[in-house]
């Protein structure tokens, strides 16, 4: 199967790389919103230098050839696009719905606002269950389906499926 000790790990560190750099930046340079933007983009080149380190270590087959490094793989970009065009507009239509939800409240005054956002966090609470299914399946599925047992993958998915909405009711 996959490791998923690497992301985990990176993901951590790369939050703290975050926060560091950004009182760095922010509180002891004094560089305000510019110093937000100096940690995020710190953090993130840390993030992938450390998972490229990761994957160079922990993957024997994992090469690189100079000669190749910049010939496109038009079927590996296919395959990439084809799951994540249908993610990324999900993403975007519903972020989509929530400027527009916002706009109009605003538009009603500060007071609704205010208790329009409130209602929100206190609404994400409600998404706690639906987070834990899907990293949930997300790992398992992607273990099995690395491992090569779609079938397992498949009713992992279906046993999540029902524990998630046997739990929101």
Known sequence: AGNSRSPLIASVLLNLVQ???????????GLDLIGAGIAFIVCR???????????LRTHGKFQI???NLLRPRFDIFKRICRVGIPVSGEGVFINYGYLIANSMVVGLGTYYASVYQVINTLQTFTNILHAICNATVLTLA????????????????????????????
């Not at 779609?150 to 524990?163: D, G, L, N």
Request: glycine share 12%.
């Open 19 to 29: 926060i560091a750099a950004a009182y760095l930046c922010i509180n002891v340079l």
């Open 45 to 55: 080149i840390f993030g992938c230098a450390y998972m490229f380190i990761a994957a």
């Open 65 to 67: 050839v100079l000669k």
């Open 142 to 169: 992607g273990q099995f389906l690395g491992a090569g047992e779609p079938e397992k993958a498949k009713k992992c998915t279906i046993i999540v499926w029902i524990a998630g909405t046997a739990g929101t009711f």
